[in-house]
T-cell receptor
Framework: GENVEQHPSTLSVQEGDSAVIKCTYS??????FPWYKQELGKRPQLIID?????GEKKDQRIAVTLNKTAKHFSLHITETQPEDSAVYFC????????????FGQGTRLTINP | GAVVSQHPSRVICKSGTSVKIECRSL??????MFWYRQFPKKSLMLMAT?????????EQGVEKDKFLINHASLTLSTLTVTSAHPEDSSFYIC?????????????FGPGTRLTVL
């Protein structure tokens, strides 16, 4: 089955700097890659997603890139702010029309003021 | 965006009792709902996929007789943890797929923290 690896597990950056989180997946049939943000004790919130027919997608300070050949995708957050501090999860899904997602291990992002 | 509710938010029960958790899609119809378990500082582990009007599909290693799932309507799925034991203590989160929009987008409920004494 699909396996998703996420790195780093923890990331600390200065406010205003950029943060990058990377994920790799194993099944080349995966075609949907969402990113979720989860604050302590809260539900995961979808922040951005990308499909396999697109190489890059941007939404204000957040961008995601996808390299299908290498089977990896990345989340980029620019001009980080303290409220960006949270745990971020990548996921892969969409294999053969199946709707389930396989999640990465998560990255705890801390923005230092 | 789509709203998913979950009830109760917290439950404490004695070992051996059963606990029912409800997951509702409030402003859309969810033909598919998912149940996850999350341990402290860990990732989301998919337990089962729940399709309206049919039997749930369980992930490998998840006991279907232990974790009963019912998806009786397009807006409600329930997870019953039967004969709960301390090792069942965890954070259980549901998600729902909005079939009217994006094919794969899942929206999560707020989660239920189960503590079994």
């Amino acid at each position: 089955g699909e396996n998703v690896e996420q790195h780093p597990s923890t990331l600390s950056v200065q406010e205003g700097d950029s943060a990058v989180i990377k994920c790799t997946y194993s099944d080349s049939a995966s075609n949907y890659f969402p990113w979720y943000k989860q604050e302590l004790g809260k539900r995961p919130q979808l922040i951005i997603d990308i499909r396999s027919n697109v190489g890059e997608k941007k939404d204000q300070r957040i961008a995601v890139t996808l390299n299908k050949t290498a089977k990896h995708f990345s989340l980029h957050i620019t001009e980080t702010q303290p409220e960006d501090s949270a745990v971020y999860f990548c996921a892969a899904g969409g294999i053969q029309g199946a709707q389930k997602l396989v999640f990465g291990q998560g990255t705890r992002l801390t923005i230092n003021p | 965006g789509a709203v998913v509710s979950q009830h109760p938010s917290r439950v404490i029960c004695k070992s051996g009792t059963s606990v029912k958790i409800e997951c509702r899609s409030l402003d859309f119809q969810a033909t598919t709902m998912f149940w996850y378990r999350q341990f402290p500082k860990k990732s989301l582990m998919l337990m089962a996929t729940s399709n309206e009007g049919s039997k749930a599909t369980y992930e490998q290693g998840v006991e279907k007789d232990k974790f009963l799932i019912n998806h009786a309507s397009l807006t409600l799925s329930t997870l019953t943890v039967t004969s709960a034991h301390p090792e069942d203590s965890s954070f259980y989160i549901c998600s729902a797929r909005d079939g009217s929009g994006s094919f794969d987008t899942q929206y999560f409920g707020p989660g239920t923290r189960l503590t079994v004494l």
